[in-house]
């Protein structure tokens, strides 16, 4: 911005008040952070801690409870192929708040079994306003907020995942006291009320940078981004078995019951509110690279820990470690992105376009194999958290062997 610019910009807003800024960022912040506790963490996360209640209600048989919940996966990737395209043709803010009201009829509509191809499309369909909201929000808020606190905006951003993962543990159990349809109808209300509140506290959206559509096309990831997309992805592989399985694992596999399973859910929706938080002020502190690579590591152990011991000291560490970093991975990866890629917003939108595509993609993937192997196994739930643990030592290794090729180089 030149000088006359940058004076004329100050003349159009002479009535600004002192910290009206600092204000309004932290407006759109809680803004983005509705939104994700809308679409990712009720529309996705309130789904878990309902399987078992589901299968004993008779709504459905275990494998395709299952089953349904990998049909949240395949709309995510869906939302997050298609969630440029859209905001391109009715607007990024405009696309946000459509997404909100889809999930809040999302939850109306599931509180029937009327089949489970209805079921299905729903919980499609929920998804799919997930994986438009996780590309999205971010691109619409982050370009309000300055270098040095983006990895604490995107982690209060992220944290209503966390948020909507312990208000489904706790609501969800209060509700289903009154019924399982009763339950749908509380999210839903829950829901609509986000929406409302968050609806006109998102900023106007920033045009796009200088660097024309073309050189866009033609720019040619570095081997770390290229690195990045695919180690999202693996992290995404292991979180699954927590995302989908910890609470059916603690009720059924180790035959505590329903609400022994869903006090574990609630320590993983308390790491998931912390956990982008802590992450995101590392990432700022410490840079994003070097936070990246420590956050690969705990969370493999973390993902393992069951394999070891499923004694409650371990299953809590586990919960509370893996829910952290299940929206705590993302302000690193943001962040990370804006590293590699410093001097092009349009290029860090695409790129976080693609990771987001390549979590997804991961994702849908190792929910439907996982689902197979646990079907195959008889329901061997070790299995799956080896896996899982296994994929998050993959993107570890990823990690060094590009650090020390780089330092050969």
């Known amino acids: 911005m030149t000088e006359l610019n940058a004076e004329t910009k100050h003349h159009a807003r002479p009535h600004q008040r002192p910290g009206s800024t600092s204000q309004q960022m932290w407006r759109y912040a809680m803004a983005g952070l509705s939104?994700?506790?809308?679409?990712?963490?009720?529309?996705?996360?309130?789904?878990?801690?309902?399987?078992?209640?589901?299968?004993?209600?008779?709504?459905?048989?275990?494998?395709?409870?299952?089953?349904?919940?990998?049909?949240?996966?395949?709309?995510?990737?869906?939302?997050?192929?298609?969630a440029r395209a859209v905001a391109t043709r009715i607007g990024a803010v405009n696309a946000l708040r459509a997404m909100m009201l889809l999930a809040t009829l999302s939850?109306?509509?599931?509180?029937?079994?009327?089949?489970?191809i209805w079921f299905f499309a729903w919980r499609f369909l929920s998804g799919l306003t997930g994986g438009i909201i996780m590309v999205l929000a971010a691109s619409v808020i982050l370009p309000h907020t300055s270098?040095?606190?983006?990895?604490?905006?995107?982690?209060?951003?992220?944290?209503?995942?966390?948020?909507?993962?312990?208000?489904?543990?706790?609501?969800?159990?209060?509700?289903?006291?009154?019924?399982?349809?009763q339950s749908w109808y509380g999210l839903g209300a829950l829901s609509a009320l986000l929406t409302l509140a968050s609806w006109w506290n998102w900023p106007a959206e920033v045009k796009a940078d200088a660097t024309p559509v073309q050189l866009?096309?033609?720019?040619?990831?570095?081997?770390a981004t290229r690195a990045l997309l695919v180690q999202y992805g693996l992290n995404a592989v292991a979180l699954?078995?927590?995302?989908?399985?910890?609470?059916?694992?603690?009720?059924?596999?180790?035959?505590?019951?329903?609400?022994?399973g869903s006090r574990y859910w609630v320590l993983y929706g308390l790491g998931a509110i912390v956990?982008?938080?802590?992450?995101?002020?590392?990432?700022?502190?410490?840079?994003?690279?070097?936070?990246?690579?420590?956050?690969?590591l705990?969370?493999?152990?973390?993902?393992?820990?069951?394999?070891?011991?499923?004694?409650?000291?371990?299953?809590?560490?586990?919960?509370?470690?893996?829910?952290?970093?299940?929206?705590?991975?993302?302000?690193?990866?943001?962040?990370?992105?804006?590293?590699?890629?410093?001097?092009?917003?349009?290029?860090?939108?695409?790129?976080?376009?693609?990771?987001?595509?390549?979590?997804?993609?991961?994702?849908?993937?190792?929910a439907y194999g996982f689902s197979w192997i646990y079907a195959q196994t008889g329901g061997d739930y070790l299995v799956l958290f080896g896996l899982g643990g296994g994929a998050a030592v993959l993107a570890l290794a990823i990690d060094l062997v590009l650090a020390l090729t780089t330092r050969k180089a």
């Open 147 to 181: 270098p040095a606190r983006r990895g604490i905006v995107g982690g209060v951003i992220f944290a209503g995942v966390g948020l909507g993962v312990a208000a489904s543990g706790t609501l969800v159990q209060l509700l289903l006291q009154q019924g399982l349809q």
């Open 216 to 223: 866009a096309k033609h720019h040619h990831a570095s081997a």
């Open 35 to 82: 939104a994700s506790l809308v679409g990712l963490g009720l529309a996705r996360f309130s789904y878990t801690p309902l399987i078992p209640a589901l299968i004993a209600a008779k709504w459905f048989s275990p494998s395709d409870v299952v089953y349904l919940g990998a049909a949240n996966l395949a709309g995510y990737l869906a939302g997050a192929l298609a």
């Open 240 to 260: 699954v078995p927590h995302m989908v399985f910890i609470v059916d694992f603690v009720a059924r596999g180790l035959g505590q019951g329903i609400a022994a």
């Open 298 to 366: 705990i969370e493999a152990a973390a993902v393992l820990l069951p394999t070891v011991s499923t004694a409650p000291a371990s299953l809590i560490v586990s919960s509370i470690v893996v829910g952290g970093f299940t929206p705590g991975i993302v302000p690193l990866v943001l962040g990370r992105i804006h590293e590699l890629v410093p001097h092009s917003a349009e290029q860090q939108r695409a790129t976080w376009s693609h990771a987001t595509t390549s979590f997804a993609l991961f994702q849908a993937t190792a």
């Open 275 to 296: 956990g982008p938080l802590v992450t995101g002020h590392l990432g700022d502190r410490s840079g994003f690279g070097p936070a990246l690579r420590a956050a690969f």
């Open 107 to 116: 939850f109306f509509a599931s509180s029937a079994p009327v089949s489970f």
